[in-house]
């Protein structure tokens, strides 16, 4: 029984398909766009690139607004 693999590098780009990563940063980049003028405050302070409500991390955790930092 012969089996075949291809990579997943190979599968995307030959179907032209995003990875998770670049599908997650294009989503949130979109979104961190599109809240820039909104009316409520609390919408438009998610634009911020820190956490206001914890500012400082002791674990490296990886949000979506580090996407950004790219």
Known sequence: ??????SNQSLHDDLKIQT???LAFQSYKKLHTAIIN???PLISNLRSLTNPINPL???KQCWPRDL???
């Open 1 to 6: 029984m012969v089996r075949h693999f291809v």
């Open 20 to 22: 998770l990563p670049e």
């Open 38 to 40: 909104h009316q409520n």
């Open 57 to 59: 991390r002791r674990l």
């Open 68 to 70: 950004l930092n790219i």
